[in-house]
């Protein structure tokens, strides 16, 4: 396309710069005359323009993204044609994009991570919100701008989420379209989502999860493949994040957060717990228990490989093939039928069906529909699965299903623990037994108070439990003591489950009435860091001497840090005798003292030096708060 660089458009935007080019627009940095104002002008490929049916939907969609209004979406301001040049004015932010950033530091930390990725999320959850989604969430369309701030940007393939329906086509990014883009052509929040926790394993990993020469490859793997956890790729990533990306990126939309909102509240909860250093818990499990409806679920209508299927992407995947961070469209056709049910819950090649059928040809119709295969079913695995997944299975039985409810250690609550029959085994007919846990049984914990670690092992380990994650802080308990764990309280705990551990480092070392250099050896000892210390006015303790500590942390452990308080001393004064002495002398004295000085004079202040005090306000001897006002009188 031309050059539009010293050109003004529209009459108004005069264009300075180009700043990026991509496979739908290009990207001027322009002067709006009118506000006097930098904006970033987007202008439509002349091609892409020249399409009335392109035309009208950029329109569309311009108009969906003004609606927006958040600190970490790009604002849209206008949007307008002039002389075939279709083109859209959005906030400008100096700075450069994620994907730019990527290249030059690769992954990122896990906290460093969130910090980049909570408002990318929040920015998303807002147009959520809105009820518009975004479709092409990747690293090149978040802004990094020079003042810190963190912007998701390019709406250009934004639509509403109610108009989303099978379109018979795909718009996106490669390296971030969700199964059922892929594979079905649907998109709605959940697709954003995925695409969003693709982007968060490239920010810990610093690379994607999928990789191929062909972009078809890549866009197969997100049909077909479960997205590895990230720590597999960089092993310093916590287990709660590998938890947040595998429910993002699950095969099935349903498996996923409902949208960037139920996402953002979530990732707000794992920043707080790795900025307070613990990271484990509760989220951690509550994420592996949706983790548990994916573990057996196979998305249905997968796109495999076979040499005679209907090749699923046009050319628009060949022709960016080179660049798989491209944003295009990409026509979708229905999929040649590519594996056959034979058995309910078993998919098998074209190849075996053809070759199981000709040995049923040999051995007669007869034998099959009576006592051969015809006759049973082989039952599927349901284990993990929830009993509506697991009911909905079993509807080609057509028999009778009984529920019953078992406790179980390993399987979480509402899931299958099994079946009668069992898995694989040949099913003739009659009752089916769905056996549903119920969850651990909880059990109250044995008593550990006052034990000492090899002690508290022992009964945990007599009661069927396990040694969970044992801690040290500082405690009025004896040292070296159990003085909490779980169940401690009284609560019943689930029978087998790990029993976290605090044992008593002792009490917090007394160190008041030292001077300030033994105290800090003391604390220092004790295993603690002094990292201020901190001067306090006392009548008591004498000046140099440790009063107190405070804990910077709560509870506190080794390596601990500390406030450690001395005292000033006292913080009053007596006033000596200054009446007969000039005022600057006088002044400087009760100035020395921490008093506040007031002279009353009719002499220059230039005379001070042989003026005399004639009154003060306060007695010879008066005691004085440090801070209190004397006034010197000279007249």
Do not use: C
């Amino acid at each position: 396309m031309a050059d539009l660089v010293g050109k003004v458009i529209n009459g108004r935007y005069k264009v300075e710069r180009l700043i990026a080019r991509g496979g739908m627009a290009t990207v001027y940095i322009a002067e709006d005359n009118r506000l006097d104002r930098k904006v970033a002008l987007k202008v439509i490929h002349p091609h892409l323009a020249n399409d009335e049916n392109f035309r009208e939907k950029f329109v569309r969609e311009a108009k969906i993204a003004a609606q927006l209004s958040h600190p970490n979406l790009v604002n849209v301001f206008d949007q307008a044609e002039d002389g075939g040049t279709v083109f859209l004015a959005m906030e400008y932010v100096s700075g450069i994009t994620l994907r730019q950033a990527l290249d030059d530091f690769g992954a990122l930390s896990a906290s460093r991570a969130l910090d980049v990725f909570e408002p990318i999320i929040a920015g998303l959850a807002a147009a959520h919100g809105a009820g518009i989604l975004h479709r092409d969430i990747k690293p090149e369309n978040v802004l990094l701008s020079d003042d810190g701030r963190i912007k998701l940007s390019d709406f250009g393939l934004a639509r509403p989420i109610s108009a989303q329906t099978q379109t018979g086509g795909v718009v996106g990014t490669v390296a971030y379209l969700s199964p059922e883009l892929v594979s079905r052509g649907l998109a709605d929040a959940r697709s954003d989502v995925y695409a969003a926790g693709i982007m968060l394993f490239e920010l810990l990993t610093g690379k994607q999860p999928y990789q191929g020469e062909q972009a078809v490859q890549i866009a197969m793997q997100h049909a077909n493949s479960e997205v590895p956890a990230p720590s597999s790729v960089n092993a310093a990533v916590p287990e709660l994040l590998d938890e947040i990306v595998l429910w993002a990126t699950a095969k099935l939309p349903e498996h996923r957060p409902a949208d960037a909102i139920e996402l953002h509240r979530i990732i707000i909860r794992a920043k707080n717990e790795l900025n307070t250093g613990k990271a484990t818990s509760q989220l951690t499990q509550q994420l592996k228990q949706t983790a548990l409806l994916r573990q057996t679920t196979v998305m249905a209508a997968p796109l495999n490989v076979d040499a005679n299927a209907t090749e699923v992407f046009s050319n628009p995947f060949h022709e960016n093939s080179g660049d798989h961070n491209a944003t295009v469209a990409i026509d979708i056709d229905q999929p040649a039928e590519q594996t056959t049910a034979l058995f309910a819950g078993h998919r098998v090649t074209k190849a075996l069906v053809s070759s199981v059928l000709v040995l049923l040809l040999g051995l007669g119709a007869g034998w099959w529909f009576s006592s051969g295969p015809g006759g049973f079913q082989v039952m599927p695995n349901l284990t993990s699965r929830t009993q509506a997944q697991a009911v909905a299975s079993l509807k080609v039985f057509g028999d009778s299903i009984e529920v019953v409810s078992e406790s179980s250690k390993t399987v979480s609550k509402g899931l299958v623990i099994a079946t009668e029959p069992q898995p694989g085994a040949i099913y003739w007919g009659g009752k089916i037994v769905l056996k549903i846990s119920t969850g651990p049984k909880l059990v109250s914990a044995p008593d550990l108070s006052s034990k000492t670690l090899v002690e508290a092992t022992g009964l945990i380990l007599q009661n069927g439990f396990t040694v969970g994650k044992v801690s040290s802080w500082f405690n009025s308990a004896r040292i070296g003591t159990i003085y909490a764990f779980d169940g401690s309280d009284g609560a019943k705990i689930p029978e087998g489950s790990p029993i976290d551990l605090e044992i008593s480092l002792g009490a917090i070392p007394l160190v008041s009435g030292m001077d300030q250099a033994t105290a800090i050896n003391v604390i220092e000892v004790a295993g603690l860091k002094v990292k201020t210390v901190t001067e306090e006015y006392s009548d008591s303790t004498p000046k140099g001497q440790a009063m107190s500590l405070v804990p910077l942390s709560e509870p506190l452990g080794k390596g601990g840090e500390v406030n450690l308080i001395v005292s000033k001393g006292p913080d009053t004064v007596i006033m000596p005798k200054v009446v007969g002495e000039t005022i600057s002398a006088s002044k400087t004295l009760l100035e020395s003292l921490g008093l506040r000085v007031v002279v009353d004079t009719n002499q220059l202040s230039s005379n001070w030096g042989i003026a005399k005090v004639k009154k003060v306000s306060a007695a010879v001897g008066t005691k004085l708060k440090v801070g209190n006002t004397v006034t010197l009188i000279s007249h």
